[in-house]
């Protein structure tokens, strides 16, 4: 059966060092029963995201035919190498064959306020309706007009009232306790 296994080493391996890195993983591929058919150097590229603190990686793909019980040795070994970042290994006839092509990584500068979308308003059944500002204004005053016409129905209490309400009631809690 044909395989495809990418690679990826990591740049604080120099060009030549990579080279040594494709030997050491012919080696182990071999090792393991694996025939190999082609290697390429796909090239250097940036990462996504930081993996093991690392940017840039060198991205090696390599063409094998093996044995399906040894693809999970190669696989192990492949794991625990110091020397690969990242590894997979998919068939042949599901990867694609040489149309493939790898896109430079483009960072996104999410702080410029120009490229962030602006809010929208929808008046679809099912999505929140985002509020202007006048309806935010319009909606306190409303509550602050409630508030302000429940105060006239409580009854208005002196000060003196006031307290002699609260010394019967903290009389009545010490005489319980």
């Known amino acids: 059966m044909q395989y495809e296994l990418l690679y990826i080493v990591p740049t604080t391996f120099t060009d030549e060092d ?3 890195v494709e030997s050491n993983v012919k ?9 190999i058919i082609d290697t390429k150097r796909l090239g250097k590229f940036r990462f996504a995201y930081p993996i093991e603190k690392q940017r840039h ?8 035919e093996a044995e399906g019980s040894s693809l999970a040795k190669i696989d192990e070994a492949l794991r625990i190498s ?4 990242r590894h997979i290994i998919v068939r042949a006839d599901e990867a694609g ?3 493939f092509e ?6 996104v500068n999410t702080d410029m306020k120009e490229d962030r979308p602006r809010r929208r308003t929808t008046d679809k059944p099912g999505e929140e309706k985002v509020k202007t500002t006048e309806e935010i ?3 306190v005053a409303a509550i602050e007009t409630k508030t302000e016409e429940k105060a006239p129905d409580a009854p208005a209490l002196s000060e003196e009232e006031l307290d002699k309400k609260l010394k019967a009631a903290l009389e009545d ?3 319980e306790a």
Do not use: P
């Open 18 to 20: 990579v080279g040594k």
């Open 137 to 139: 204004k319009s909606g």
């Open 173 to 175: 809690d010490a005489k």
């Open 97 to 99: 064959g040489d149309k």
């Open 57 to 64: 990686g060198h991205y090696v793909l390599v063409n094998m």
């Open 102 to 107: 790898i896109v430079q990584f483009m960072e």
């Open 82 to 85: 110091t020397e690969v970042l």
């Open 27 to 35: 080696a182990s591929l071999e090792k393991y029963g694996a025939s």
